[in-house]
């Protein structure tokens, strides 16, 4: 029954253990993890005592070998991470690629994710997302990173240490502006869970002005860049500027006109004013 569980654990209150992730933790052979006494405590406080094997960033080659042989050897085994979805921000995509590469099953067992917990509760738009986890360390490759997403429209989720969260956020307003929205979800499911949302220039002095806001782990979430004049609204925008124009002025007047006022190609907007020209007969 060879098959390797990808066990989802608590990102910081031990009442979000589900009943399956339980139940396999107590059916499997062993349990491979991140920091094997971080893992046995939680393993302890549910009563479940299993053989466990070190399995981090450092180590993630040979062990894939070692907990791969073991699987092809018939026993099943549990990956787990020192908190929230293994994988995500965390180690495991090496054995689980080669894992599903030997033909072994490889089940998921949902539960807690920071990012999905902060973005359910950041009242930013969540329907489209890009998870980016880490920022480089260093503000030149910080600025580089972030300036990849300037005209992203989507909500960027991050994850950020406190150690760097006033530099990274200061980062972000250079970057997207100040008056871009943002969110700092910190401590989610803990006793001091922070769930804050303002301009990016206000979170910079929130967060300068109060240490505690800089403790504890933290999820940052920035909106979308505002939709450009594109789409169904632009083009009507354009025909608007276009047919007003074309009434006062030469056709080739009203398209030069209107590719200044848009910020459109010339061609493209003189083939439009033929088009309305013809139309309107
Ligand atoms: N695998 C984890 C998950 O599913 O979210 C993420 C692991 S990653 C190494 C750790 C980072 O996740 C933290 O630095 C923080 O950015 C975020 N994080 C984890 N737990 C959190 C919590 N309770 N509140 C806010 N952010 C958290």
């Not at 499997?28 to 070190?54: C, M, N, W, Y």
């Not at 307003?173 to 929205?181: A, E």
Request: charged fraction near 25%; include cysteine; charge should be negative.
């Amino acid at each position: 029954m060879s098959e390797l569980y990808v066990v989802a654990t608590p990102i910081g209150n031990l009442g979000d253990m589900s009943a399956r992730a339980l139940e396999v933790l107590r059916m499997v052979d062993l349990v491979a993890a991140e920091d094997t006494r971080h893992s046995g405590r939680l393993l302890q406080h549910f009563g479940i005592s299993k053989p466990l094997r070190a399995y981090h960033e450092h180590n993630e080659g040979p062990q894939s070998d070692w907990l791969l042989a073991q699987l092809k050897d018939g026993k099943r085994i549990a990956l787990i991470s020192d908190a929230g979805t293994p994988l995500i921000s965390d180690p495991g995509y090496q054995l689980v690629n080669r894992v599903r590469q030997a033909s072994i099953p490889v089940i998921p067992i949902p539960g807690p994710c920071a990012l999905v917990t902060a973005l359910c509760a950041s009242g930013l738009a969540s329907d489209r997302f890009v998870f980016e986890g880490f920022l480089p360390a260093k503000s030149k490759a910080r600025l580089e990173r972030l300036s990849l997403f300037q005209k992203e429209q989507r909500t960027i989720v991050l994850y950020e240490s406190p150690h760097r969260i006033c530099e990274s956020v200061a980062d972000m307003l250079t970057v997207f502006g100040g008056d871009r929205n943002a969110v700092i979800a910190r401590e989610l499911t803990k006793a001091y869970e922070t769930i804050h949302q303002d301009s990016l220039q206000a979170l910079c002095s929130w967060l300068a002005n109060d240490a505690n806001q800089q403790r504890g782990e933290m999820v940052v979430l920035i909106s979308g860049a505002p939709d450009e004049v594109e789409g169904e609204d632009g083009q009507a925008e354009i025909d608007r500027v276009l047919s007003l124009l074309l009434q006062e002025v030469s056709l080739k007047q009203a398209s030069q006109l209107t590719a200044k006022i848009m910020n459109k190609n010339k061609n493209e907007i003189y083939k439009r004013a033929l088009a309305l020209k013809e139309q309107a007969g």
